[in-house]
Nanobody, 114 residues
């Protein structure tokens, strides 16, 4: 069972940046896909970015050109660099690991507000 711990959330002004980290309890080298999802109050959870074991990536249209997902297999960590943040990016961000099963972290809150 993979345990995931997110960090790096916080309050930031519009136009600012944050970097989220997701530390896994075991090697992520062979994990098929690791991703970031977010859920705002009253809305469904949505997929933000995914990185596959081969390095290919997916981004939601709403974050393309602003967010970058990366993985450091040596540190068992996945990152989400978020630039040019907008108020509509405000949500709780969750890390996900897809193997035979799906594992989730507890999430980290990102609030974009002036």
């Amino acid at each position: 069972q993979v345990q995931l711990v997110e960090s790096g959330g916080g309050l930031v002004q519009p136009g600012g940046s944050l970097r989220l980290s997701c530390a896994a309890s075991e090697s992520i080298f062979s994990i098929n896909a690791m991703g970031w999802y977010r859920q705002a109050p009253g809305k469904q959870r949505e997929r933000v970015a995914v990185i596959h074991s081969g390095g290919s990536t997916f981004y939601a249209d709403s974050v393309k050109g602003r967010f970058t997902i990366s993985r450091d297999n040596a540190k068992n960590t996945v990152y989400l660099q978020m630039n040019s943040l907008k108020p509509e990016d405000t949500a709780r961000y969750y890390c996900n690991a897809e193997t035979t099963y799906s594992f989730w972290g507890q999430g980290t809150q990102v609030t974009v507000s002036s």
